[in-house]
């Protein structure tokens, strides 16, 4: 158990729809990651987040967003939904950026 | 962004064998991490290589990092069903602490 929580585990969801996928980071940890793993693409980050405030973006679509809490929790938004955002949705934290990130179960979610 | 090329991709041996596993990369990084992810879970960081050079053991499993810093390999000395899993290399792109993976060597060890 690495610490680190993610919700829901599993969901199955239609094309076009919005979902929200939740993250708490480990006690003490201020930095949250999130990854999208696909099959053919592999895990690929897409935005991370440091105490509240964004730090880095990699491959994220303009259809995501997401935000860091005070509470430090973070959320993921996917919208307007294709078959291919089907994928395995991971977060992940760090105490400081740059540190040993530890990943949460992952949400896996499935687009009809 | 810069990459991380695995192989191979599949890999299915016998209890018992020994196995090599390699992380490839034409860019420098200043350190490269290895993880183990099972089905159903997310990765778990196994050992992170600064050094080039370096060797870090870990009960039955080597790994090196390469002198140059571009490259990796993780050996596995009589292999055990529970070594099954997804072996991914990972380290930061390009400075920064976004990890990039490589898309990882699936082993499978049978009893």
Redesign the interface.
Known sequence: D?G?TQTPKHLITATGQRVTLRCSPRSGDL?V?W?QQSLD?????LI?YYNGEE??K?NILERFSAQQFPDLHSELNLSSLELGDSALY?C?S?VV??G???????TRLLVL | TQLLEQSPQFLSIQEGENLTVYCNSSSVFSSLQW?RQEP??????LV?VVTGGEVKKLKRLTFQFGDARKDSSLHITAAQPGDTGLY?C?G??SG?????????TRLSVIA
């Open positions: 690495s680190v930095s990651y990854y693409q592999g895990l690929q980050f991370h730090r880095a990699g991971f992940a760090s950026p740059g040993t990130q530890y990943f949460g179960p992952g | 993880y159903g879970e997310g990765p778990v960081l992170t991914l990972a930061p792109d920064n602490t976004p990890l990039v993976f490589g898309k990882g």
